[in-house]
């Protein structure tokens, strides 16, 4: 199946994918880690991120206790830094391509901190955030892709999306991820959309 292209997606009605926000086909673990969308906010970005914990082990608890503010290990060295923080995704994409959404994509999940995207900042307030189960600078899956395609033709039929960037391309000072070993030439061929859509070179 092609993924719809943005150029033709249809404007954003209800249907049966979606229900105020959360998508039927992501198994749904609420995050306490949102806040309301500002008036008007129009999303039209899609963030892709990565995160393992510890960084490169895959499968276990870690991340979505993270993301659900649930409590690392504090006597783990690697969950030192981690301590407190409150962050959140819209969706967690496991490296065997199981989709997880934590936040309706109605609302603003905290997944993007101090950014700027086509001369707009704070990304949090317009944007859908992926994290992808993986190390920075890494490869991915091709069960990872799989999802992420389909996810992002979904979401493109329910909301405007006109860009699609790395973490890496909104806050380029802080964050590097999902880094060097996420095929963007692959994805893009993937989904079917056209190169505007995608961070320039």
């Not at 008036?39 to 510890?54: E, F, K, N, Q, T």
């Not at 493109?156 to 860009?163: N, R």
Request: with cysteine; aromatic share 10%; net charge negative.
């Amino acid at each position: 199946m092609t993924p719809t292209s943005p150029d033709t997606a249809a404007p954003s009605t209800p249907d049966s994918l979606w229900t105020t926000g959360w998508y039927r086909f992501a198994k749904r673990v609420d995050s306490p880690h949102f806040g309301k969308r500002p008036d008007g906010a129009h999303i039209d970005l899609i963030v892709l991120h990565s995160i393992s914990l510890p960084p490169g082990v895959y499968s276990g608890p870690h991340v979505l206790n993270f993301l659900t503010g649930q409590g690392l290990d504090s006597a783990h060295p690697d969950f030192k830094d981690l301590q407190g923080l409150q962050v959140s995704a819209h969706f967690f994409i496991r490296r065997h391509g199981e989709l997880i959404q934590l936040v309706s994509c109605d609302d603003r999940a905290w997944h993007a901190g101090v950014s700027a995207y086509r001369g707009r900042t704070n990304c949090n307030d317009d944007s859908i955030g992926i994290e992808l189960e993986g190390l920075e600078g890494q490869t991915f899956e091709p069960e990872q892709y799989e999802t992420l395609s389909s996810l992002c033709a979904s979401l493109a039929d329910h909301y405007p999306i006109a860009h699609i960037a790395g973490h890496e391309h909104i806050a380029p000072e802080r964050k590097k991820d999902p880094g060097a070993g996420f095929d963007w030439t692959a994805f893009k061929r993937s989904v079917g959309w056209k190169s505007h859509f995608f961070p320039h070179p």
